[in-house]
Each structure stands twice: as structure tokens, then as C-alpha cells.
């Protein structure tokens, strides 16, 4: 550790040390502090939506742009996150966009239809886990509230003219909500039972 940073202070002549992380917080504050910092921006929808056709395509995948433009949005501004989800289609693994099922619930939410988002929960936690649920609800909600302000958001490419339209403390509260129960599922293993109750909260 000592000649790591031995050697960070005093490199070798002509010899630059690059060290790219997504977590810098994890890195020792005496390994930080001898760096020089610069952080990058997130890379935004349309441009990885671009670049994933591109590889698809290179790669001999048919991929619905529903499918490629869903991929962008869980990449959450990462070209390589977005690159491990097409890597499960290079394996043959099957992966649904479920885009439409998330519009569906939180369209039931808007209309405080319990009964109907439960449902809809269910058919999703066939397919993703319970967090995952929670997370992109939560994605949705932050993306509306930004709608609110004329900003454009991944939201906009799978919300008709008929989406449902969140009052902004509104929206808010349903983030704050999302919030809790993801610190909830650590709190117990029912994550079943956390979801539900969270789905149900978030129609009151």
C-alpha cells in the first residue's frame, strides 16, 4: 500500500495512472487525495439509445426499440450498465421491457385503484424483484415531477396523451413513500408483504 502510494506521488517519467471508479467514496481518503478528480455526466437516453442500436444491430440482435429505449433507461446514464443488460440477449436470456405493465400501474395508482396495482405488482414480481419494483416506481414519479417543470424525461417516450397528470406535492409524497419501503425491505425478509403494503400506501 505504502509503494501505491509511493508511486502515485512520484510516477515514472512519461507515465500517467488513470483509475476510473463509479464509487469514488470507497476509495481511502489518502489514495483521493493524491488524484486529480473529474467527474463525468451521465450519459443521456437518446444518446445510448443511439449507441445500442449500434451495437445490437453489430451483434446481429433484432431488438424492438421499446426493448432498446427500456435498456437505456435501466442503464441510468451508463454505458456499461446498459451494455450488461444487452449482454443478457447475446446469452439468449430472455428479457422483457415492461414499460408498459409500469405505465398501467401507475395509472392505477393515479386512480387509487388498489385492487388493479396489486395485480399488476404480481405479474411484475414474476419477473423482477420487489426492490426493483420500488426503484423504477420511484424513477417514474422523480421523472413526472420534472415533467411538471417542462423538462423533458424518459417518462415522455412511454406516456400517451391520456397520462395521468400528478400534482407536484402529490408526487412527492408518492417519492417519499417509495423512499420508506425500500428501507423497509431490509427490515424484514417478507418482501411480499413490504411491496403490497407499500403498493397500497401509495394509492391512499
Known sequence: FNALLKTLEEPPPATTFILSTTEPHK?????????ATYEFNDVDVDTLVDHYIQVSENEGLSLS?????DVAIKAEGSVRDGLTILQKYLSGEAVES???????LV???YQADVATALALVTDLRAKEDGRVIIQTLEKWFYWCSLENFGMKTPARQHFPGDAPVFDLSHLQGLFNVCLDVERNFSATPN?????????IRLCL
Open 27 to 35: 476509495l481511502l481518503p489518502t489514495v483521493r487525495s493524491r488524484c
Open 65 to 69: 426499440n421499446e426493448v432498446i429505449h
Open 98 to 104: 415492461h414499460a408498459s405493465v409500469y405505465f398501467d
Open 107 to 109: 395509472s392505477a395508482l
Open 191 to 199: 418482501s411480499k408483504s413490504v411491496l403490497e403494503m407499500g403498493i
